[in-house]
């Protein structure tokens, strides 16, 4: 079965009333955060440091800068071949051009260290038990698998990742049109607070394509609470377009779930299909995003916790039992 598009019309009275459906479905997660007291975060620049050092004088500029960014260099900084391998990178022709992009993108890190201090605030009201991480940034060499990585309770933010969907060496290397369009700086606190919820707690894949969506809905319903002001479609890395798409369609692609029996199957394939980042979902047209499993689950969470608002953060990240989780959602896709 395919899914049908739906008529001029129709799309155009769900657009109408996209407003009024998703503010049904939120709790209101605005909390004042002037009272929490956490040090303002302070970004260090690695990257900065690393390129300023003359290669002639390579061993003696990293030891002088190896106490301030152990994240990086705790390695040994006599053995010849580390001395080799970090001389070769920062003397790579695309190492540099890729470091003077940087620059000019991000002369200081005042907004981001601003979003991050925020989020992190939001962070402690929900979790004030938990710690927080120091962050710095780095160039990667176009490591876009991993943007943001965490070490020895350092998060670290590879900013050569966020210089812009016109960036030439992106194309260049072929990464995806989907991928490059989230590469940008209105991702990168985004993505950091998104993979902070890996840093401290365990997330449980589900065994079928329903518990897959509550777990996923669990991760964004988290990002919900940690950047309430963030725009939907940044917090799940949607063209905003195709985000409206989504809700116009949500009982069409929520019936089109129910009856192919799609909901309780585990097999790898179907899996795929509803969960693997991409350009579209093929069974809903180009006009539709990937992931649709997840923005869907993501509608079960907020209506779970629009319909239980005794139940905390903290408890629904910690409750596993993703069919109480739907069961007591009461889940009704917009029409």
């Not at 990257?47 to 260099?73: M, N, R």
């Not at 390695?75 to 190492?95: K, R, W």
């Not at 509608?299 to 629009?306: G, T």
């Amino acid at each position: 079965m395919r899914f049908k598009e739906l008529n001029f019309a129709f799309v155009l009275i769900s657009l109408l009333t996209l407003a009024a459906c998703t503010g049904g479905q939120k709790r209101n997660l605005e909390i004042d955060t002037r009272s929490i007291e956490i040090e303002p975060v302070q970004i260090k620049r690695y990257e900065q440091a690393l390129f300023a050092i003359k290669p002639d004088s390579l061993k003696a500029g990293l030891k002088a800068i190896a106490p301030q960014f152990q994240v990086f260099l705790n390695v040994d900084l006599d053995d010849t071949l580390n001395i080799i391998q970090l001389h070769q990178f920062i003397t790579e022709p695309a190492n540099i051009e890729l470091f003077g992009l940087v620059s000019k993108s991000y002369p200081d890190m005042k907004v981001i260290e601003e979003g991050f201090t925020e989020a992190f605030k939001h962070f402690q009201f929900y979790f004030p038990e938990k710690e927080l991480t120091n962050i710095s940034t780095y160039v990667s060499g176009l490591m876009y698998e991993l943007p943001v990585q965490f070490f020895d309770k350092h998060m670290i933010i590879a900013l050569d990742m966020y210089l812009g969907s016109d960036i030439e060496q992106y194309r260049k290397f072929r990464f995806p049109l989907y991928k490059i369009d989230r590469m940008n700086r209105d991702y990168i606190v985004r993505d950091g607070m998104y993979d902070f919820y890996y840093y401290h707690f365990i997330k449980v894949p589900g065994e079928n394509i329903l518990e897959r969506m509550i777990s996923n809905g669990k991760h964004l319903y988290y990002l919900d609470a940690m950047m309430p002001d963030l725009p939907d479609h940044i917090k799940i890395g949607f063209p905003e377009e195709k985000l409206r798409w989504c809700f116009a369609n949500e009982s069409n692609i929520w019936s089109f779930m129910v009856q192919n029996e799609l909901l309780y199957t585990s097999d790898a394939g179907s899996m795929r299909k509803f969960f693997t980042d991409g350009p579209f979902t093929t069974q809903f047209g180009q006009q539709s995003p990937a992931r649709i499993g997840e923005w869907l689950g993501w509608q079960i969470v907020r209506s779970y916790m629009n319909n239980n608002r005794q139940v905390t953060l903290q408890e629904l990240i910690g409750n596993n039992d993703m069919q109480l989780i739907f069961k007591k959602s009461k889940y009704k896709p917009a029409r």
